[in-house]
């Protein structure tokens, strides 16, 4: 029988971070993680760049470097053309590799509707994971790419959002964040998340809530992508976003006087959200400039870490 608790699990459950980490020895560790979805855009080949890189970045959260990829495919075979699949293996091959990673393999099975995924490995030192929980006091927190993908998508389908703002939204989701990550290597890194489904607010809790500290944002700083807010202004949502406000219920309180649909966007859910990285006061802007200089342009300090309050979120 395997031991009930092992010591070389690095990262395991107990913080909902990004990847599981597991220490190989003394210099290296494994990352591994898992994520599939549903489409989010007709074209299968972009799909399957969405789905890769929504995978693969949770990798990038924990400051390891992914390795191998393996398919993870839900596809009905009887209703739609083989060749479709084929443009999702495609579009998420292309990203395999611009992440300097191999796809290894994979697994499908039939489903009602496609889905696709990716498991991925990846390789980090054990003394330099970035987990989701190891925010101090004093540190700033930038966020490197902006919010607003769910509405829009759901927008979209009411044809309510324009072709340059879904092309900007497009962009964001298929890119990498290989980019922020380097940056970030070489910066002093405390705690580190994607912001992915359970929205901005979700993860940021998560964060707090697993260094048991307060985190207080500038609403104002935070980047949101083109015409989101003005869905949410006009009544669009998503099905996920009641449930995101419910997960941070009672940790959350805003400070600052903005309307009922302005607060929507915190709980707004990403697809390959950008990196949320606490960082120590005297080296952000340092930070923020490289990442500026290094094709990340969307990258701002959004807030503060604060020792604990009464909530672990502040919006203000």
């Keep these: 029988m395997p031991p009930a608790t092992d010591g070389n699990l690095l990262v395991g459950i107990e913080t909902s971070d990004d990847a599981g980490v597991y220490r190989l020895s003394a210099d290296s560790a494994l990352v591994v993680t898992a994520d599939f979805i549903t489409p989010p855009v007709d074209d299968p080949y972009l799909f399957g760049q969405v789905a890769a890189t929504n995978a693969i970045n949770d990798i990038y959260a924990m400051g390891a470097r992914p390795v191998t990829c393996y398919n993870l495919v839900g596809f ?56 989701n929980s190891g925010a101090q006091a004093g540190d700033r927190l930038i966020l490197t790419k902006p919010i607003g993908s769910g509405v829009l998508f759901n927008a979209n389908l009411k ?11 497009l962009e964001q989701i298929t890119t ?50 083109d015409q989101a807010l003005e869905m949410y202004r006009r009544k669009v949502t998503t099905g996920v976003n009641g449930e995101n406000k419910s997960y941070v219920m009672g940790n959350i309180r805003f400070e600052v006087e903005v309307p009922a649909w302005h607060r929507e966007i915190v709980y707004d859910p990403q697809t390959a959200g950008g990196l949320l990285a606490a960082v120590p006061a005297g080296e952000a802007q340092a930070a923020l400039d490289d990442f500026k200089a290094h094709g990340v342009p969307h990258a701002a300090i959004v807030g503060e870490v604060l020792p604990m309050g009464d909530v672990h979120l502040i919006f203000r």
């Design 76 to 131: 009905p075979s009887g209703d739609l053309p083989l060749d479709m699949l084929s443009r999702i293996m495609a579009g998420a091959l292309s990203k395999i590799q611009e992440a300097g990673a191999v796809l290894a393999g994979g697994h499908s099975t039939e489903d009602d509707e496609p889905k696709f995924g990716l498991a991925v490995n990846g390789l980090v030192h054990p003394d330099k994971i970035w987990r």
């Design 159 to 169: 044809r309510m959002v324009s072709p340059a703002a879904m092309e900007a939204c």
């Design 176 to 225: 990498l964040n290989k980019a922020a990550a380097e940056v970030l290597d070489r910066h002093t890194v405390h705690a580190c998340t994607d912001i992915t489904g359970f929205g901005f607010a979700g993860h940021s809790f998560e964060m707090a809530h697993g260094a048991a500290l307060t985190f207080a944002f500038d609403l104002e700083q935070i980047p949101v992508m």
